[in-house]
């Protein structure tokens, strides 16, 4: 038996398509199962935040606390000037920038 005549017998019977190029969503069943949507929902985010004392105001607090930081350290002390920019709001913006550019990053490293 050759190398090439098994490789004939292990040819796929069945081939799986998709039904069209267009992913195909059907919104009525979305809408038909929102309760069950929802109760996931709410799992997820009780079991995410059961073990924290501030739950999801932290992602408020954090950002607010860093930029406030940043403002004393950098327009108080230094005096690094912003460009005519109220300065909280510059740091706060940047902040929130790199915050997402940086979970963006860990969540697709996590994947590979």
Not at 41 to 60: C, E, H, M, N, V
Not at 67 to 79: C, S
């Amino acid at each position: 038996m050759s190398l090439e005549s098994s490789l004939r017998e292990k040819e796929w019977d069945v081939v799986i398509a998709p039904r069209s190029k267009v992913v195909d969503l059907n919104l009525g069943n979305v809408w038909r199962y929102r309760d069950l949507i929802w109760m996931f929902f709410k799992r997820d985010f009780i079991a995410f935040y059961k073990q924290t004392i501030l739950g999801p105001l932290w992602y408020l607090i954090q950002p607010i606390l860093t930029a406030i930081t940043y403002f004393v350290i950098f327009g108080k002390i230094a005096n690094i000037s912003t460009d005519g920019l109220p300065p909280f709001i510059f740091y706060i913006s940047g902040i929130v920038v790199w915050t997402y550019f940086s979970a963006c990053l860990t969540n697709n490293a996590e994947v590979f």
